[in-house]
């Protein structure tokens, strides 16, 4: 258990369908992640926010859509995904002061689009 | 560019036995910290350690220990004693000091048998 939950674990979803998935952390960090892992590749960075304001957009397609309403919670929204997206989507946060770049991860949700 | 090479896809190691994981980085950043993380088949990833760039003491956390070689940019991972519930996938990072963005490689999968 490292501090960070991810809801829902597992997700099937068709290709016209819209979900969100939630991340909560409860470590106290100001900093938080989205990565895209697929089979046989490097995790993905995705998104990341500092103190709630996004500041990388990793060239994410717009289907992807994250919101962050405070430090403690990150959603991602996801709207006419395609089969392709079909991945485990890791949420992490971090203390983003200078020095301190370790990320924790959260279970990860294992998303199947039909 | 900022990269992250892991050569070995796979390892095997006996019970009780060494081994040792390899990791090239390359940056031309001079601040930066690396990582390695430990993914379970249960999925969630895990920081095994971490060293400072600037620190030449390698790292030691228990039975983990890291192997650093600034000039060469190599970090391997030693594993000491390993027990079954080591095997998982280990991942390589490179996070820059002036970011807090972590760079991963493609992992090694290692199977610790009884």
């Known amino acids: 258990e490292t501090g960070v939950t991810q809801t829902p674990r597992h997700l099937v979803m068709g290709m016209t369908n819209k979900k969100s998935l939630k991340c909560e952390q409860h470590?106290?960090?100001?900093?938080m992640y989205w990565y895209k892992q697929s089979a046989k590749k490097p995790l993905e960075l995705m998104f990341v926010y500092n103190f709630k304001e996004q500041t990388e957009n990793n060239s994410v397609p717009s289907r992807f859509s994250p919101e962050c309403p405070n430090s403690s919670h990150l959603f991602l929204h996801l709207h006419t995904l395609q089969p392709e997206d079909s991945a485990l989507y890791l949420c992490a946060s971090s203390q983003a002061a200078l020095g301190e770049e370790t990320q924790y991860f959260g279970p990860g949700t294992r998303l199947l689009v039909l | 560019a900022q990269t992250v090479t892991q050569s070995q896809p796979e390892m095997s190691v006996q019970e009780a036995e060494t081994v040792t994981l390899s990791c090239t980085y390359d940056t031309s950043e001079n601040n930066y910290y690396l990582f390695w993380y430990k993914q379970p088949p249960s999925r969630q990833m895990i920081l095994v350690i971490r060293q400072e760039a600037y620190k030449q003491q390698n790292a030691t956390e228990n039975r983990f220990s890291v192997n650093f070689q600034k000039a060469a940019k190599s970090f391997s991972l030693k594993i000491s004693d390993s027990q079954l519930g080591d095997t998982a996938m280990y991942f390589c990072a490179l996070g820059r000091g002036a970011t807090n963005k972590l760079i991963f490689g493609t992992g090694t999968l290692l199977a610790v048998q009884p």
């Open positions: 470590l106290g960090h100001n900093a």
